[in-house]
């Protein structure tokens, strides 16, 4: 790591943090991830355009698969409780793969600015279908009380089109 990055300590606990959640995520426990966000949590999953290379980011920043704060997260983990959902029921089985951490920011003034890798797989019922996410997350970590929560979340899917029939999971 350059004299710039954070230290070997702050990449393990950032990375434990985020093997946790991710755990967290694919066991289920909503409840258990949401005690990991800070109260000013955002959480933005903008929607891919294909342009030109001169052309921009190929992201619309007015328009999002999800636009999330703290209440209306807790509402759709609220949700997927909720007997009889459609979009859930049966649950999802997922799996988040994290990869490629890049950390920057030191540490300083308690925040840590996390560049990763997302692979998340979907399967629902039986079927012989499943669903593929893929994308770069862009997070804000934050100290608080000693460990870290998730201040801020963007997550830049690699597909322009969703292949899948809903997204009711939690990438």
Do not use: C
Not at 5 to 24: K, N, S, V, Y
Not at 102 to 121: F, W
């Amino acid at each position: 790591m350059s004299g710039t990055g954070p230290d070997e300590q702050t990449h393990r606990e950032i990375t434990d943090f985020l093997t946790r959640e991710a755990e967290l995520l694919d066991n289920r426990q909503f409840e258990e991830w949401l005690a990991v966000l800070t109260e000013d949590i955002y959480y933005n999953v903008p929607v891919r355009i294909t342009q030109g290379r001169d052309q921009g980011t190929g992201h619309l920043a007015d328009s999002a698969w999800f636009r999330e704060n703290r209440a209306s997260l807790e509402m759709r983990v609220k949700r997927l409780r909720t007997p009889g959902v459609v979009a859930e029921d049966p649950p999802s089985r997922t799996r988040h793969f994290i990869s490629n951490l890049r950390l920057t920011n030191g540490g300083r003034n308690g925040e840590v600015e996390a560049r990763t890798n997302l692979l998340v797989y979907r399967s629902r019922g039986d079927s012989a279908h499943y669903d593929l996410f893929s994308g770069e997350r862009r997070d804000t970590l934050r100290r608080v009380d000693g460990g870290w929560k998730l201040a801020r979340r963007e997550i830049f899917l690699d597909q322009s089109i969703l292949g899948a029939q809903d997204l009711s999971i939690i990438l």
